[in-house]
């Protein structure tokens, strides 16, 4: 059997919810080509060939990062989508089962950035550069050979697009750790309108929530999760301060919370945006639009 090359940098089960089953469509905005389009399945959206592949034992790996990602973010998650939307539309249902959903969902989003292309490039280059610079401090030290074997890593984590040296659940752990205890903020739209959803799959937020001997250290302190069309998720580090758990449940059909969540989910997107409704989807792009011009 093939081993798949092509990884997802956003679930597909997370970009299914956006998918318009009756019209066998999901409905795609390119910001930076300013077009419209669609796409008849997931499969291709918000992946690239040889993503999650890295290097193992001098051996190309295409299946240990995407087996970590099904085993510890992907084969439960429509499970806790599901237990979030019931929440949402019931919130006296809320209980421990609840609040572990909301949980593994905030750990999915944590991954967000670090699941992106440009970001494992960034981070790529960064080390890259560092290592060159170690490299060089030591050959001005005579040791050549140690020289050698650092440039000689550095043409290893090329022979794949990314070098890939992450632990997805390692990266989540942390974050959330760091985050605290956290307050869950659950917004449902009740109207036609939709929410977007980016290519970068998530909303983080950054902010000083620990204390450090330098101060300018910040570290993600809010996620933003547009879980389904209609339900989008807050997960608020307590560290902030003033942050509270609800749902909220919003009715008027130009309602000004879900234009502001809207523009923040098109910002942060690299380059496209998608949504289960092509309407909505116009509509939201237009009104982004007035707003910038």
Do not use: W
């Amino acid at each position: 059997m093939s081993i798949p090359i092509n990884h997802h940098y956003v679930s597909q089960c997370h970009i299914h919810s956006f998918f318009n089953r009756q019209d066998k469509k999901v409905y795609c905005y390119d910001k930076v080509l300013d077009r419209y389009y669609f796409k008849p399945t997931t499969k291709s959206l918000f992946s690239e060939d040889y993503s999650n592949t890295r290097m193992t034992n001098n051996i190309p790996d295409h299946q240990a990062l995407e087996e970590q990602l099904n085993l510890f973010f992907e084969q439960d998650f429509q499970k806790h989508s599901l237990n979030v939307v019931e929440l949402a539309e019931n919130p006296a249902k809320n209980n421990d089962s609840k609040l572990e959903s909301l949980y593994y969902l905030a750990g999915y989003g944590l991954i967000a950035d670090v699941r992106f292309p440009t970001v494992k490039k960034s981070m790529d280059d960064g080390v890259n550069k560092l290592m060159l610079q170690t490299a060089y401090k030591i050959r001005l030290l005579g040791d050549e050979a140690q020289a050698q074997a650092i440039k000689k890593s550095i043409e290893e984590s090329k022979k794949t697009k990314y070098s890939n040296l992450v632990d997805y659940t390692e990266i989540a752990a942390r974050r959330l750790i760091k985050m605290g205890e956290l307050d869950f903020n659950i917004y449902r739209i009740n109207t036609d309108e939709t929410f977007l959803l980016p290519d970068i799959g998530c909303i983080l937020m950054r902010d000083r929530i620990n204390n450090y001997f330098n101060p300018y250290i910040q570290e993600v302190a809010i996620v933003g999760i547009p879980l389904t069309p209609k339900i989008f998720v807050f997960a608020c580090s307590k560290k902030i301060g003033n942050t509270s758990s609800g749902v909220t449940t919003i009715n008027d059909p130009d309602s000004g919370i879900v234009k502001s969540f809207n523009r923040q989910l098109f910002d942060f997107a690299a380059k496209t945006v998608v949504t289960s409704d092509k309407r909505q989807l116009e509509k939201i792009v237009n009104y982004v639009k007035d707003d910038t011009q």
